[in-house]
């Protein structure tokens, strides 16, 4: 999001077009897990359509902060380790802590969530367990073996039939037209403000937002010119995202409402008594539709997060062994085939198995929402410091909507974050 219309003289190739589109697509299919799908649900389920406005906000902070990500990366020629270096040290130091914390919980959170609907439409194949770890490992290796040109058409595919199936559910429920147009006039249910933020908050993903320019480099963006076919990347990608998340809460307005099933912030396992009341309500093949949509989710958002995050573990190494990066290594795929981009790969994959052993217990459920909710406040803030510095050239700093939509951001998920830390049970 750029408020500052300034003429660039493009090359025929970077002129906007829809049919190049696709790092949005990305972190769009990564940042909609399970967790967004149950979150969705349950506001649906709760308060109907009145909350489908915030669906709305949440999607337009998520472009503002993408935006940013990929602007710096494409006006600087750098990537975000370099800006954060130039704020200090401390920020390395922040990243490495948190990507390495937070991977470990987080792998064993996306290959359980992988494993429930392969359970459901194969049960009494494989354990639980076993799906997982084999969710996990075929993340690795289609991660491993290919670059981003083969990762970003696979997604593609995932986030279409995510998008298919909701779209499809959405309608088979027969919403209410006019309850759902009403509820794009912001209210807020009595006493809900903090549901009513995590809902404009929860729009989308969280470290795999920084992850977004290292996509358009890998993409071959790499220049200023390519700054209109980015915006125009992210806004289709985060409206194909809007979609989504309003035909769930239609879902959860119309199938969850009336019924007696109940889902818990947290617990996946809930989605399976949905693809139940689908089959009670219509047939087995809407049920198994919905389980397909399930699973597309969830491992789109595994494969993305695999290889987006060691992307950016990658960086983070040539920054503490180089002090530098290069936006070209990044497009070339050499940082793919790099030892820290396949050693964190191993990281995310491995060790967290043995906590699908232990069945999730709630600390760790406690420690991925607390993780989850830290960096989004870090990411606003070191933009907002970055993209406003003389540095970066006048075009392509931040206007007045830009730092207007940044520090709304911050704001959101800085509220956001002390509501999660102050719920612990302490």
């Known amino acids: 999001m750029h408020d500052r219309d300034e003429p660039l003289q493009l090359d025929p190739a970077q002129r906007p077009q829809l049919r190049s589109i696709g790092p949005g697509l990305v ?24 909350l489908l406005w915030a669906v709305v906000i949440g999607c337009i902070v998520r ?32 990243f490495g802590f948190y990507c390495v914390v937070w991977a470990f919980v987080y792998g064993a959170t996306a290959m359980s969530a992988g494993a429930l609907p392969l359970a459901a439409l194969f049960p009494d194949v494989v354990d639980l367990k076993v799906w997982g770890v084999g969710c996990g490992v075929l993340g690795l290796l289609f991660v491993w073996f290919n670059r981003y040109a083969v990762v970003e058409r696979v997604m593609t595919v995932l986030i279409g039939v995510m998008f298919l199936v909701v779209v499809v559910l959405a309608v088979r429920v027969v919403p209410d037209a006019g309850r759902a147009f009403a509820g794009l006039v912001p209210t807020v249910p009595e006493g809900e403000i903090t549901r009513t933020l995590g809902v404009i908050g929860g729009v989308g993903g969280t470290i795999t937002m920084a992850a977004y320019g290292y996509w358009v480099n890998a993409k071959g963006w790499r220049t200023p010119g390519w700054m209109r076919m980015m915006r125009l990347d992210n806004s289709m990608a985060y409206v194909a995202t809007g979609v989504f998340t309003i035909a769930m809460i239609i879902v959860g307005a119309e199938l969850l409402h009336a019924t007696n099933i109940t889902l818990e912030e947290g617990n996946n396992r809930g989605l399976l008594d949905v693809g139940e009341e689908l089959e009670r309500r219509f047939d087995v093949f809407t049920a198994k539709l919905f389980l397909v949509g399930f699973f597309a989710t969830a491992f789109s958002s595994l494969v993305g997060v695999w290889h987006g995050v060691s992307l950016l573990f990658s960086d983070y190494v040539a920054h503490l062994r180089h002090g530098g990066s290069d936006t070209e290594e990044v497009a070339a795929g050499a940082r793919e085939r790099s030892l820290p981009f396949r050693g964190f790969l191993l990281w995310i994959t491995f060790p967290p198995i043995v906590l699908l052993f232990l069945d999730r217990p709630f600390g760790l459920i406690i420690a ?59």
């Not at 503002?64 to 130091?93: M, P, Q």
């Open 27 to 50: 972190v769009a299919a990564t940042g909609l897990g399970a967790g967004d799908l149950v979150a969705t649900l349950i506001a649906g389920s709760l308060f109907g359509y009145s």
């Open 63 to 94: 472009i503002a902060l993408a935006e940013g990500t990929a602007r710096w990366h494409l006006a600087t020629g750098s990537t975000l380790f370099d800006g954060w270096r130039t704020i200090g040290r401390w920020t390395l130091y922040y």
């Open 368 to 426: 991925y929402g607390v993780l989850g909710s830290l960096f989004l406040p870090f990411l606003a803030a070191t933009l907002l410091w970055l993209l406003n510095r003389p540095g970066v050239p006048a075009r392509h700093r931040n206007g007045p909507l830009s730092n207007t939509m940044l520090v709304a951001a911050l704001l959101l998920f800085v509220y956001l974050c002390a509501e999660q830390i102050r719920a612990l049970p302490w």
